[in-house]
């Protein structure tokens, strides 16, 4: 069964390496979601000049996104890679992996189905040390592949290209005043 163990840790691995990618995508998202509400935030009340009340609103409906933001994109991811939160378990974890590499394909989805088998003789142990060998050579985590992340840099670049795009016309003033109006929503 030693091999079985090398199978469980090389899953585990690729879990750890999953949720990491996760939260990759999370700090992207996290980061220029964020960033385009701030802007329209900003944006709105340059535009509008709204009153307390309305600010009120406004100020507090970008810490309740922000929040939301936060939540789902950073703090779920992390609570999975810790173990904190039920996330993929190894079936779901050898699904992803089988998608990844052909030539494992349901191979580690039986032997982890031989592995939960309560009558577990000799001729089954067996089985599960020959594939779990079959499978050993085979990197798991390399299923995860970080530069799918690369198409979300896309939607950072708005943002980005707003702010730029401000301070080469010599309009940051609009970011300072509207910013004012909102953190200080009280002041009339």
Avoid: C
Wanted: proline fraction near 3%.
């Amino acid at each position: 069964m030693n091999q079985f163990y090398v199978i469980q840790e090389k899953l585990e691995a690729f879990i750890r390496r999953y949720y990491t990618n996760e939260l990759l995508k999370g700090f992207i998202l996290f980061f220029s979601i964020g960033l385009l509400y701030f802007l329209f935030t900003l944006f709105i009340e340059y535009i509008l000049w709204l009153s307390t009340t309305a600010r009120t609103v406004l100020f507090w409906l970008f810490i309740a996104v922000e929040l939301a933001l936060l939540a789902k994109f950073i703090f779920l991811p992390l609570a999975k890679l810790f173990k904190l939160q039920k996330g993929i378990d190894y079936v779901e974890a050898a699904l992803i992996i089988g998608k990844h590499f052909p030539e494992v394909n349901d191979k580690l989805l039986n032997v982890l189905q031989l592995h939960e088998e309560t009558n577990q003789s000799e001729l089954l142990l067996a089985s599960i040390e020959q594939k779990s060998m079959e499978l050993s050579p085979i990197p798991f985590k390399l299923a995860v592949n970080f530069k799918k992340n690369l198409p979300y840099l896309k939607y950072a670049s708005i943002p980005v290209l707003i702010v730029l795009i401000s301070f080469l016309f010599g309009r940051i003033d609009w970011f300072s005043d509207s910013l004012n109006r909102v953190v200080n929503y009280k002041v009339a």
